[in-house]
């Protein structure tokens, strides 16, 4: 029987096994899938097809330079925080890093078809595939973020030992060390406190009217609020934007080194921008999380206190 590109791509989707293998299966079984799908998982090629539905929310972020200019974060996902700290895991989100800070993908169908940079005759979703085979989890490339400066340079900051990746696009004439430590400092600062934006040109108008409708109801629904005049409660309203503005735009953030407490990002970057003899700023930021948004199993946040109740 002839062995079509439509019946590789369906057993590959089928099992998560490599292309080659999924061909070499049908042609084995002389294309009947169901026996392809044993003839894999008897040569432990299909071993991820089980593990494919479950969660994977732990795992590590991994950040590479390239050079000053160049700079990739990644996110590779397993199901257990004892995986994240397995050698072979931590070596294989390396390898994904550096794919990502050479890769020229768009997006991340695109990044998973590429030639592993490791083994060129398998692609990056055939490595993922092996991995999960070998460690016994279910795991994931989640996503990936490749920054180049256009003018200036890059800096990075990896947090708890991969649980935050941070990337900062500066902008400047002058790239010395002083520029270099005060971009990583930037980063370490978005580490801790996650910022949304750069500076309050990036809110959009829509964000802030939407904000100012969820404040106003706020202050309609409390008895006492709500009987202010009208002036008082817009001034409300407004000082309040204000402030959530300040926690969410990076230059308008207190600076964590701050000796005094109160200094602002944006003032330390003018400082910084002084000792440089050149306008230093944050043309955008990247920064990864490990399992942001990723909702875990509740069996297993049950599991994790009972364990802590036993302990």
């Known amino acids: 029987m002839a062995i079509t590109a439509a019946m590789v791509k369906e057993l590959r989707e089928m099992t998560g096994a490599g292309m080659m293998d999924c061909k070499k299966a049908l042609n084995e079984t002389n294309g009947n899938m169901e026996e392809a799908v044993e003839f894999l998982r008897k040569n432990g090629q299909a071993k991820a097809e089980k593990k494919a539905s479950r969660i994977a929310a732990e795992g590590l972020c991994a950040v590479v330079m390239k050079d000053e200019k160049t700079a990739a974060v990644v996110e590779v996902n397993s199901e257990t925080d004892f995986v994240a700290k397995n050698e072979t895991f931590q070596e294989f989100v ?8 050479n890769s020229s993908s768009a997006d991340m169908d695109a990044f998973m078809a590429e030639a592993w940079n490791e083994d060129s005759s398998k692609t990056v979703n055939d490595a993922l595939v092996e991995k999960v085979a070998v460690i016994g989890e279910n795991l994931k490339i989640r996503r990936f973020e490749k920054v180049a ?18 990337i900062v696009d500066a902008d400047t004439d002058v790239v010395n060390d002083a520029v270099k430590e005060a971009m990583v400092n930037i980063a370490m600062q978005i580490a801790a406190l996650n910022p949304k934006y750069v500076s309050r040109a990036e809110v959009s108008a829509d964000y802030i009217d939407h904000e100012k409708e969820i404040l106003r109801a706020q202050i309609m629904n409390d008895p006492k609020e709500s009987q202010k005049p009208e002036k008082v409660i817009n001034g409300m309203i407004e000082g309040r934007i204000s402030k959530e503005l300040k926690e969410i ?6 600076y964590v080194k701050a000796e005094d407490g109160k200094q602002t990002v944006g003032k330390y970057l003018e400082e910084v921008s002084k000792a440089a003899g050149c306008t230093v700023s944050v043309k955008r930021f990247v920064r990864f999380e490990t399992g942001e948004g990723i909702e875990k199993k509740q069996e297993d946040f049950a599991a994790e206190v009972a364990a802590q109740m036993n302990a």
């Open 149 to 166: 400066a256009e003018h200036g340079c890059v800096a990075t900051y990896v947090h708890g030992g991969g649980r935050i990746g941070v």
């Open 94 to 101: 390396k390898a994904v890093a550096n794919q990502a800070v």
């Open 249 to 254: 735009c990076l230059v308008d953030q207190v």
